[in-house]
């Protein structure tokens, strides 16, 4: 894919680094030579020098072949007039970050398909670490009407060594809730279960449940034999 990015900053290289990572072609556009440099010589992704809403600086980074677009710009403002620009030039896929709630409507108006509060995602990752500290990560989905936590099997607990169809029947665990990915080892990949997959003591398994299970979900599979 070619992606464009707009801005620089932490996020913008950050962002950029790692879809050139996964193999995508990756363009950023900056006012600062400094950051342009950098993104050139050390992230690998091409780099052009200007106002990413400026419509010369755009059409010079090929926003008409873009398959996606970032606007990670210093400010909603600026991110809403390129993302405003991406839509009239026809850009596939846009995301925008948002720095201020005033901006999500408007983002999403002007055609951004992604609007991604950097602020809302860290408290809510942070909260979630204060509250679930044993949970390794959790997802929200659906604005959070979904929940899918990554959690460890206790060498000691209730689900070591049974089946996942042993647990999904058990009346314990919370209805409604799934295990939808397993981890026999840490540097093993996730495999996706079936009824006979046995929880190994150690292991990682993926959850989705709804909000309000959370806790239930938690206690049953750290729950003690």
Known sequence: MYVLVGGAGLVGLSLAQKL???GHTVAIIDIDP????????????????????????????GIRKADALAAVLRSDALNLA?????????????????????????????????????VELSVATMVNAIEYPQVESMMHFEQGQIEVLKISIPNSCYVANRSVAEIAQDSKFPTGSLIIAYQPHPHEDLMIPNGSTVLEPGSTVLIVTKPGSLHQVIDFIEGCK
Do not use: W
């Open 20 to 22: 050139v990572e996964l």
């Open 34 to 61: 400094t950051a342009c440099r950098y993104a050139r010589e050390q992230v690998g992704a091409m780099a052009f020098e200007g106002s990413a809403v400026s419509t010369e600086v755009l059409l010079e980074a």
């Open 82 to 118: 390129m993302v405003t620009l991406a839509k009239h030039y026809g850009a596939a896929h846009i995301l925008s970050r948002l720095r201020h709630s005033d901006f999500a409507e408007p983002l999403r108006l002007a055609g951004a398909n992604h609007v991604i509060s950097t």
